[in-house]
């Protein structure tokens, strides 16, 4: 992953843990209304994907059991993972693209109420994306998926030569003169694995966008509904086709692209279908990006005017990322595709402890609090969920306390320790065993692999040093028990 020039290497330090006298005065363990939705505190799991799915996309109790650990820390509200709208092919990631996948979730929905003792609101996160192929061997890309133009071989002064003979030539080239010789979007097949953009207008299934996705996404909010989730997150963040409508570097000329108003065009769109169909008494909220964080993308000035507007059109809540992109992401190895979160922009939507001098702990506050304020000048009380680098309370609380965000989550501090929101609540911050920001679990991801954290395979390791490093991978964190001893200190 990328890294600051700076490598200041930050503590991690959550501060002073409160009483539960303190806890009862505080905002974090205070009700907020989403919608129609009632969180019992402030507190909230964002989305993470962690590869447990079948390879239908479907729940299996991997994925219960993953989500059931996270609702016995009680937290106000949980997002599962990024869940495709499509029924397509797409790994163990899960759909909602078919009535058939509604049995499962409706199992999801059950255990998750059930362990969290009804505290917890479950919301899941609808995706779109386009498609994305590996980067493929070079003798493969000139061998097979190159289309040999007119272009190339007037550029390689080979006229009447077969096409044969003109793949072979580029295959002896070097990159220098490759650059000279391919257009932008070839040299990006071979270098990076081939990508679908919301601009590439020659293509039928892109330029119809606008018309498929209001439809897809109502579809599957309405399984959700049907499945027992108390709400939907569309994902209009990160790398995905709804963040790339939004993007200042949608150019598409068709209306839904250009201005800051046309690129916002089709997610209001997808949200009023998502409200027809769903029901107007149905919790529906987003993702969005404070900031893109990459050249010529979008910056907090077009998430202000996103955040005012997505309040405007009813949004029951705006939960804010950052980064996160393709643009700028780092060359796969061959036979691996691009991943969003190598680059500069993915530092910034997952920031680890070597920083710059701003840390990795509240990069997201100033934006989300502009963002806020303006929608609150606006005459909305559109509540607004901050994530990023949070790891304690004192942190958390300064937050809200000084009107930045409605509510504070975490991602790596709740996967770290899912039972921390409950520690906290019950006076007992000292046992929270505290995420390090080294972003083991984001390499996991990156690799497509079972998502775990490092300090639960290290304690797993500790306990039982005769297995192989593989074997002792745990699958789900420590158990903790609300009426045990102090089992972990962070002292
Ligand atoms: C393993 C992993 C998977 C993630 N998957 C998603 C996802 O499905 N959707 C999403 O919007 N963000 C996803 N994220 C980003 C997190 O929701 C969060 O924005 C990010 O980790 C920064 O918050 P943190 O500092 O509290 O970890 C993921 C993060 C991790 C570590
Ligand atoms: S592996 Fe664990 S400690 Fe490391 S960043 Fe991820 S959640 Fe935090």
């Not at 929101?421 to 006076?427: D, N, P, S, W």
């Amino acid at each position: 992953m990328w890294k600051p020039a700076q490598r200041i290497k930050h503590k991690v330090s959550p501060g002073r843990w409160p009483t539960a006298a303190e806890i009862r005065s505080s905002l974090w363990f205070s009700p907020i209304q989403l919608g129609q939705s009632r969180l019992e505190q402030r507190t909230w799991v964002p989305a993470m994907v962690p590869w447990r799915a079948t390879d239908e996309g479907k729940v299996n109790q991997d994925v219960i059991d993953w989500y059931v650990r996270f609702a016995e820390g009680r937290p106000g509200a949980i997002v599962v993972e990024a869940t495709a709208v499509r029924d397509l092919p797409s790994g163990p990631l899960l759909r909602i693209g078919d009535d058939r996948f509604i049995p499962g979730l409706q199992e999801l929905t059950r255990a998750v109420h059930h362990a969290s003792q009804g505290e917890t609101r479950l919301f899941i996160q609808l995706i779109d994306f386009l498609s994305i192929r590996r980067r493929p061997p070079a003798e493969k890309y000139f061998r097979q998926f190159l289309k040999i133009t007119d272009t190339h071989r007037q550029k390689l002064n080979m006229p009447d030569a077969k096409e044969e003979k003109i793949r072979e030539h580029l295959l002896s080239l070097p990159d220098e003169k490759l650059d000279e010789i391919l257009n932008e979007s070839e040299l990006e097949s071979l270098r990076m694995g081939y990508r679908e953009r919301v601009t590439d207008m020659a293509l039928e299934h892109i330029r119809s966008l606008p018309q498929i996705l209001p439809g897809l996404f109502a579809e599957a909010a309405r399984r959700a509904r049907d499945a027992g989730f108390d709400g939907v997150e569309l994902h209009y963040a990160h790398a995905y086709t709804m963040a790339s409508f939004l993007s200042a570097l949608n150019h598409r000329d068709d209306g839904y692209g250009g201005s800051r108003a046309q690129r916002l065009r089709l997610p209001l769109e997808v949200l009023q279908k998502v409200r027809e169909k769903a029901g107007v008494d149905y919790t529906v909220g987003c993702r969005f990006l404070s900031d893109e964080c990459i050249d010529a993308g979008s910056d907090p000035d077009d998430a202000v005017y996103y955040g005012v507007e997505f309040a405007r059109a009813g949004m029951d809540f705006l939960s804010l990322s950052r980064g996160g992109k393709f643009e700028d992401a780092k060359q796969p190895q061959v036979g691996w595709s691009a991943y969003p979160y190598t680059g500069r922009s993915g530092y910034e939507c997952m920031p680890t402890c070597i920083s710059d001098e701003f840390g990795p702990f509240g990069r997201n506050i100033e934006p989300t609090s502009g963002i806020r304020h303006a929608i609150r000048e606006a005459g909305y009380e559109t509540p607004v969920v901050l994530i990023g680098g949070i790891h304690g309370y004192e942190q958390a609380e300064a937050i809200l306390q000084s009107g930045d965000a409605d509510i504070v989550g975490s991602a790596r501090q709740s996967l770290a320790d899912p039972d921390w929101f409950r520690k906290v609540k019950l006076g007992r911050g000292g046992e929270v065993r505290s995420c390090q920001f080294t972003n083991y679990c984001e390499g996991l991801d990156q690799k497509h692999k079972q998502v775990t954290c490092q300090l639960w395979d290290r304690q797993a390791l500790e306990e039982n040093p005769d297995r192989t490093r593989d074997g002792k991978r745990r699958m789900l964190a420590p158990r903790w028990h609300a009426n045990s001893e102090t089992v972990f200190s962070n002292k």
